[in-house]
């Protein structure tokens, strides 16, 4: 009974041949630490950045998207005692000084009075410890992360370049991955 269990489960989820579940890529070279740093908030702390994924998509309306999950340990705690900040930075490279951004979404809702409220989304998070899957999880839902590579059917944006960084993801947060969180990472 139990080889036919563990058969069946390697079926439902093949594995590539070095154990990766996902492609495993560094960024590009150009890509500063220090230029991600200043996009995020505390930029001023010395703390390493580290990118765990990324991406880069080309949207076919005429220009590329470079995106990254980073996490900074911050050096110095803020006054809640948060030393983490995950964040969705992104920037486009084809630009003449391409410069990295924290992922924000604006809108506006109407009190009961008629009054606009604009409400903004700020694509990072401070936690108090390495962040987890479900701050990780949270932050890419809010800041729709997937919606990214939906389209309509004739400009489907297209994943050019891309892959998870299994040694941050070692280095920051002391484990792998966790499974289904980027698709689109897929190891083939």
Excluded at 18 to 35: I, V
Excluded at 100 to 119: K, L, M, Q
């Amino acid at each position: 009974m139990f080889p036919l269990l563990s058969l069946t489960v390697a079926l439902a989820a093949p594995v590539p041949k070095d154990g990766r579940e996902y492609r495993s890529a560094d960024p590009p070279k150009e890509w500063k630490p220090a230029e991600l740093a200043a996009a995020l908030p505390r930029r001023a702390d010395a703390g390493p950045v580290r990118v765990l994924a990324w991406e880069e998509i080309d949207t076919r309306r005429g220009f590329v998207i470079a995106r990254a999950l980073v996490v900074k340990e911050l050096k110095e705690p803020t006054d809640a005692g948060e030393r983490f900040v995950l964040a969705y930075l992104y920037r486009h490279p084809k630009e003449a000084k391409p410069e990295w951004r924290c992922a924000e979404i604006s809108g506006t809702r109407f009190r009961p009075n008629g009054v606009p409220e604009i409400h903004f989304l700020y694509g990072f998070t401070f936690t108090v410890r390495p962040p987890t899957d479900a701050d990780m999880a949270d932050l890419l839902k809010r800041m729709a992360w997937a919606d990214a590579l939906t389209g309509d059917t004739d400009r489907t944006p297209e994943l050019t370049a891309g892959g998870v960084v299994y040694a941050n993801w070692k280095a920051a947060l002391g484990r792998n991955p966790p499974r289904a969180m980027f698709p689109e990472l897929k190891a083939k």
